[in-house]
Every structure is written in C-alpha cells, then in structure tokens.
T-cell receptor
Framework: EAGVTQSPTHLIKTRGQQATLRCSPI?????VYWYQQALGLGLQFLLWYDEGEERNRGNFPPRFSGRQFPNYSSELNVNALELEDSALYLC?????????????????FGPGTRLLVL | AQSVTQLGSHVSVSEGALVLLRCNYSSSVPPYLFWYVQYPNQGLQLLLK??????LVKGINGFEAEFKKSETSFHLTKPSAHMSDAAEYFC?????????????FGQGTRLTINP
C-alpha cells in the first residue's frame, strides 16, 4: 500500500512569491492534515481538511490556505512568502471514520516538502 | 488546551544501554498520547500510542511507554539501544481518539547512540 506522498520534495522561492505544496493521502483516507516544522519552533499544526472541508486551523495568518479535492488530495498555498516561512511542511492523512481497524484513525505522515524562502 | 513538554532536547546513550526519553503532558480531558520518530530527511513514523486501553504500551522497534496519570507523564523507554535508533523523537497529545483531530507536539528529543 502506497503511503502519503508529497510534492515537490524541495522548493525554493523568493520573498513575496507564492508557494504551492501538494499531498496525496493513503488510499481510503479522507482526512489530510498539514504541519509546519520550522527550525527552533518545532512541529506546529496548520490545517485539517476532511471530506473537502476545512475542519480546523492552527494559529497561522490567512496567507496560509489550502483546499482538498474530490479525490482527497490536498494543496497548501502560502502567499506573500516571508523568510520565516522557510520550513519542512509535513502532510498527514487518516480515516477518522474507521472504527473497525485498530489504528485506523492514526495520522500517517509523508516525507515532507522543504521550502526555502530567499 | 493540550500541551506536551519533552525534557532534554538532546539525549546521548551508549549502544546497548537503556534509552529513556521524557514526556510530560497537560490536558483538561483524558489525553490520547503518541510517540513519533523522525529519521533524517524523512517524515514522522508512529512508534506507539496510548488511548486508555492499557497504561503500558508496547510499540515498534522494541520501544514502550508507560502512562502515569499521577505524574502526567508518558516516558518512552527501550531496554537496549541500537545504532539504528539514532533519530529525533516527538511526543504528541490529542484530545480526540487516536488523533482524529490535530496533534500537539513537544519540541522533540534528538537521540544519539554512541558505539
């Protein structure tokens, strides 16, 4: 079974530009989560999408946005990039409705996209 | 709000020695607790989780953790360290069963194994 995939693996942008990061969840998973892992700040929750809707949002400015497509893949968009947006962005997926499988609702992480803002 | 504190940003042990990584949590509701491992240039892998079924939880790669409500702790242990255990370890808490909603992570502990 394929795991969570993310693209691109690395992304270099300049300040003020926009970045688009993509995530494909594990087959059968309907929820996608985005986390930011910035140096010195640890892992912070960004966004949670389920069934195409934004369900929860972390303490990030509105220039961080995203969407989830009908096939449950997701995009994270970061507008007006700032230097401090440089980080590893991790995507995770889960099936929050799975009450049968042990661990069915655990979050499984992808390898991340490393964003560098110059 | 839930939070976790990992004591020690760096831990170094010798190969074959006991590994002990500390995690204390704060939660206003019964917590769901997790340990994840991150190898260099990789994402996070779930090691084990506590969801109230048993206080001693066994995970992958020989790791286990014990939930102690009185101490609000969920420390990770492994009896004998292996070189392949060198990685960063994150403790996380969720207020939903099996992390159905957001996870709140600790700052991480980098584990170094000395030959």
């Amino acid at each position: 079974e394929a795991g969570v995939t993310q693209s691109p693996t690395h992304l270099i942008k300049t300040r003020g530009q926009q970045a688009t990061l993509r995530c494909s969840p594990i087959s059968g998973h309907t929820s996608v989560y985005w986390y930011q892992q910035a140096l010195g700040l640890g892992l912070q929750f960004l966004l949670w999408y389920d069934e195409g809707e934004e369900r929860n949002r972390g303490n990030f400015p509105p220039r961080f946005s995203g969407r989830q497509f009908p096939n449950y893949s997701s995009e994270l968009n970061v507008n007006a990039l700032e230097l401090e947006d440089s980080a590893l962005y991790l995507c995770a997926s889960s099936n929050i409705r799975d009450r049968v499988l042990a661990g069915g609702r655990d979050q499984y992480f992808g390898p991340g996209t490393r964003l560098l803002v110059l | 709000a839930q939070s976790v504190t990992q004591l020690g940003s760096h831990v170094s042990v010798s190969e074959g020695a006991l590994v002990l990584l500390r995690c204390n949590y704060s939660s206003s509701v019964p917590p769901y607790l997790f340990w994840y491992v991150q190898y260099p240039n990789q994402g996070l892998q779930l090691l084990l989780k506590y969801t109230s079924a048993a206080t001693l939880v066994k995970g992958i790669n020989g790791f286990e953790a014990e939930f102690k409500k009185s101490e609000t702790s969920f420390h990770l242990t492994k009896p004998s360290a292996h070189m392949s255990d060198a990685a960063e370890y994150f403790c996380a808490v969720s207020d939903s069963p099996q992390g159905a909603q957001k996870l709140v992570f600790g700052q991480g502990t980098r584990l170094t194994i000395n030959p």
